[in-house]
């Protein structure tokens, strides 16, 4: 059974960092692109992260709003990804979620985890 | 970045009711249109991929159409665990951006 659980996430001051971190299992992990989404209270889905397999290079890639602020990584002798957030915002409060993607003639993300919420306050 | 747009952003239906979103993209986008199932306090849950591809074990009741800029998706006959918000999302190129959603309650 395919399960990815997020967990790290807190109430962080703004300007601190938090980690983030996807822990992932029944699936061969090393083979899989993830990717980062978040949600604000009471809004809709934004995508925030995306991370190539290593045969793919394992490149990344950022939205604008945390470009330069986020870095994603991941660890396949583990089966996590990780969600680095430094400088952190009060706009950046929101419940976080990893999910698997799946291209070729998919280009999906069809598994995701239950979430994680980060509060950015004060 | 491709603007995604979804009408209505509610619905008021009830059980047994035909029901249609429609979800554009600002560009012409393929057939890359993904359509997630959201209930409230739960993460996403994906309905239909490459706009028109049922994701394994969901119900046929649901349908997806469209390619290009326009894309819909169908519930035909709507079931209580139905009620949910619906979101479109392209897959075509970064940043992958989602429509604003629709919500579908209890009329």
Known sequence: EVQLVESGGGLVQPGRSLRLSCTTSGFTFGDRALSWF???????????SFIRSR?????????ASVKGRFTISRDDSNSIAYLEMNSLKTEDSA????????????RTLDYWGQGTLVTVSS | DIQMTQSPSSVSASIGDRITITCRASQGISNWLVWYQQKPGRAPKLLIYAASTLMGGVPSRFGGSGSGTDFTLTISSLQPEDFATYYCQQTLTFPFTFGPGTNVDIK
């Open chain 1, 38 to 48: 978040r949600q604000a209270p009471g809004k809709g889905l934004e995508w925030v």
């Open chain 1, 55 to 63: 045969a793919s290079g394992g490149t990344t890639e950022y939205a």
């Open chain 1, 95 to 106: 419940v976080y979620y990893c999910a698997r993607w799946i291209g070729g003639s998919y």
